[in-house]
């Protein structure tokens, strides 16, 4: 049972104002582009024309001409130094210039310091480079045909394959599938997409020669392991790097990898002693940096004639683009993506994907995402679909017979995770009844017979956040815990300082609602910190929904290390033993007198003017969390689309969403992140790919054609919750950030599907847009 505080506490459960909204709706947030440094410089990008060409020369005279310009840096110039080819976080490297070849459309070819941005962006187009076009190699499929050209010459293995991953058991699958008396098979693509954040990438290099200390400000999402793997490269000393991530405009994952501008930023720097500033621009942004999903995969069910699922087989092809740069914890090259079987208790599983090189950017990033269960939950809902329809049996019946059951919980699932807690039904129970869903299927039948196309989708999906374990889970070698230090000072006010880093998930209001909960201090007299590896205690950051379940977790637990501390001094306040005492958010009182109490602010008071003997001073403490495991949220999303026969627009009608985070800190909080998501989702399923013609060319690098959804196709969401809460999470909390994203996907295209259903239409790839369905009805005879 959780305290509830009162509202001017405002503890878990309350729906706090955002406190960090006063400066973002002044207009007075910090983001990297409002740093401005006395005789900073400005570097730009020069960036390949093709998508596969050998590098002649390059030739950089006329650009140093140019009056303002400070220097050109190359890939020879960084080869010198060592550092034209830089880690990525997936055993893999990458060019930070390139040096011999470009391997994609917008690659890193030089970097061009200048007085001011406009000189430099002048200068850039003065560098000439000279290419030698080579064959393109754009469809994964093709990747390892005999032909294929050979896209990483630097590799010892003269191949495009990357990785072939599996798990599970592939025999009793098999078995399972030929003795099936149903079977499906549905292969369907999640497309290339990009989480195109509002505030692109970018970072100041600042080496200060007077002190040797480089200050990098960087939209970064993980800025401690920045620090760390900017040391390890450059060779420069940790202790004498700091990295500032100050105000985020949206990640979604976009901002965990360290990109060559930070590097060439840096480099700039060091070389120049003067601050440099690099700020990227929309299309950089959507041609060249962290694209997402681009996974190609197949998924067969075998079934009892009843609807009883009995195995799940998935086959997928993962297009990585030209360097493996997936940022997911490093022993899953395919990220989370067992999470696969879903919220059904398939007896057996067997999953495998082979990660293939192409000529296109590298990825691909969790664009919120636990590390590729999108891709996971996307599959199995769009299976469980196609079997529903060969069954001749209702979605949401057949998900309710496989469901597993909340007794099963821990559950162990066949391709290996243990679901902390869950009860699937009781979400799916709710969706049905907001939606109204017996009343829908009816309304479909009768619009059916008068010719209008109607369609429900459904999606029950099981997500899986808070990575990680330690023992386990690892990014680039860096453990997945996470931290919060807290200080009470004396007048009973805190700062804690964590190692999780918001983009406007609100952490500066529900970290400090922890904190208000745990010691009944009022949120409005707790600042919460983030982002300066000078300050904060180290952690892996934000992404994967993994903030509340790791540092969320370590604020909890740090505050109760106060709280054992705060013991003694009130028991020395008011002169009884410890087990006298009784503690609730705010006081100790003397168990059975309660009017004898001593409130956090005088305890904090007395913790630095009258400190027990024998006590240190003081009130603070700090917590490195290390999760049992992760946590596993869920939900049931219904989403009803009309289509318009003359044009093939589909509209979203309405959109239920069900979910369950366990408990919840701030319901208005998560309330926006549901919403953001959806619309997110939205997007991707109707409008978004990063696509490429034929010679590589991406089509999709500006937002002319790489649609973001606006107030006018966003439909109202109409939300609702249940709560299973986790049971090894100090409060009982699970992430919920990246839900909407994960979950939504299926239930659109499972819509638009349904619609569609009767004239034979079994799948329509990602994203729907009207040309493709108005295609679909002229080939039926439909369109009027
Ligand atoms: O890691 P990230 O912040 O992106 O994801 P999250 O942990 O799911 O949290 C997103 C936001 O929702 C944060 O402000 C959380 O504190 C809040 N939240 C909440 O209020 N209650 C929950 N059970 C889960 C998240």
Not at 22 to 33: A, P
Not at 301 to 325: E, Q, R, W
């Amino acid at each position: 049972m959780i305290h509830k505080t009162s509202p001017e506490v405002g503890g878990m459960g309350h729906s706090v104002k955002r406190k960090e909204d006063s400066r973002f709706i002044q207009g007075r947030g910090n983001y990297v582009d409002d740093v401005h440094l006395p005789n900073m410089a400005y570097g730009h990008v020069v960036r390949s024309p093709y998508a596969h060409a050998r590098i002649k020369s390059v030739d950089t005279q006329a650009a140093m001409k140019l009056k303002g310009v400070l220097a050109v840096i190359t890939g020879e110039d960084l080869e010198k130094a060592g550092l034209s080819w830089m880690p990525t976080l997936f055993h893999d490297k990458q060019m930070v210039l390139a040096t011999g070849k470009v391997l994609f459309q917008a690659q890193e070819v030089a970097f061009v310091v200048a007085e001011d941005r406009y000189t430099a962006a002048d200068a850039a187009e003065l560098v000439e480079v000279d290419y030698e076009e080579l064959p393109v190699l754009v469809d994964p499929h093709h990747s390892t045909d005999p032909d294929a050209p050979l896209i990483r010459e630097d590799r010892d293995e003269k191949s495009n394959h990357i990785f072939h991953w599996e798990i599970g058991d592939k025999q009793a699958t098999d078995k399972a599938l030929s003795d099936a008396p149903v079977k499906i098979k549905l292969s369907t693509v999640f497309q290339r997409c990009h989480p195109a954040p509002l505030e692109t990438c970018g970072c100041v290099a600042d080496f200060n020669p007077a002190t040797g200390k480089l200050t990098v400000w960087e939209t970064s999402q993980a800025p401690h392991a920045h620090r760390t793997l900017f040391a390890i490269v450059a060779g420069l000393s940790e202790n004498d790097i700091r990295i500032i991530s100050p105000d985020i405009g949206g990640g979604f994952g976009n901002k965990v990898p360290i990109y060559p501008g930070y590097v060439c930023a840096v480099v700039a720097s060091l070389t120049l002693k003067r601050p440099v500033k690099w700020i990227e621009t929309r299309s950089e942004n959507l041609q060249s940096t962290g694209f997402a999903r681009d996974y190609h995969m197949t998924a067969e069910i075998a079934a009892d004639k009843d609807g009883t699922v009995k195995a799940l087989k998935v086959g997928t092809l993962a297009d990585h683009g030209a360097f493996n740069a997936a940022a997911q914890p490093s022993k899953f090259p395919a990220g989370l993506f067992g999470i696969c079987t879903g919220s059904y208790d398939f007896k057996n599983s067997f999953c495998e994907v082979d990660g293939v090189y192409t000529n296109k950017a590298p990825g691909g990033i969790a664009y919120r995402c636990s590390f590729r269960v999108t891709e996971a939950a996307f599959l199995i809902e769009r299976a469980m679909d196609a079997l529903a329809d060969e069954l001749g049996m209702d979605p949401a019946d057949l998900r309710l017979k496989n469901f597993i059951p909340p007794d099963r919980f821990p559950y162990k699932s066949p391709l290996g995770f243990t679901y902390d807690s869950g009860n699937y039904k009781a979400a799916m129970d709710l969706a049905l009844k907001q939606a109204g869903y017996r009343d829908l299927l009816k309304e479909q039948a009768e619009k059916r017979k008068k010719g209008e196309l109607m369609g429900i989708g459904i999606s029950s999906f099981t997500e899986i956040v808070g990575a990680g374990p330690a023992h386990t889970y690892d990014i680039a070698g860096l453990k997945m815990f996470d931290s919060c230090e807290i200080r009470v000072h004396p007048t009973g006010k805190a700062t804690a300082r964590l190692g999780t880093k918001s983009q406007g998930q609100g952490h500066e209001t529900t970290f400090a609602q922890i904190i208000a909960q745990e010691l009944g201090i009022p949120v409005a007299g707790i600042t919460v910190e983030e982002g300066d590896t000078d300050t904060a205690p180290y952690g892996l950051g934000t992404y994967a929904s993994r903030s509340t379940p790791v540092a969320g977790a370590a604020t909890a637990v740090a505050a109760r290390k106060i709280v054992e501390k705060a013991k003694k001094i009130a028991a020395h306040l008011m002169e009884v033993s410890e087990e006298d005492l009784e503690w609730e958010p705010g006081k100790f009182y003397v168990k059975g007198a309660p009017d004898k109490a001593k409130t956090i602010q005088e305890i904090a008071f007395a913790a630095y003017t009258d400190p027990p003997p024998g006590l240190e001073a003081g009130l603070e403490a700090v917590d490195y969390y290390d999760p049992p495991n992760l946590t596993f949220p869920f939900g049931t999303y219904i989403c009803v689309v009309d289509i318009d026969k003359g044009t093939g627009e589909v509209k979203v009608r309405r959109f239920i969403a069900v979910d369950d985070c366990g408990n919840i800190i701030n319901p208005m909080i998560v309330e926006g992140q549901i919403h953001g998501g959806l619309t997110e989702g939205l997007g991707i399923a109707f409008m978004q790919m990063i696509g490429y013609d034929e010679s590589g060319n991406v089509q999709g690098g500006t937002f002319m054609d790489y649609l973001v959804p606006t107030a006018v196709e966003t439909p109202h969401w109409e939300t609702g919750k249940t709560c299973t809460p986790s049971p090894h999470h100090p409060f009982g909390a699970k992430g919920v950030g990246e839900s909407p994203n994960v979950g939504s996907p299926a239930a659109f295209v499972n819509a638009v599907v349904d619609a569609l259903s009767h004239l034979g239409v079994r799948n329509i790839d990602m994203p729907i847009t009207p040309w493709k369905i108005w295609r679909i009805l002229n080939e039926k005879g439909q369109v009027v």
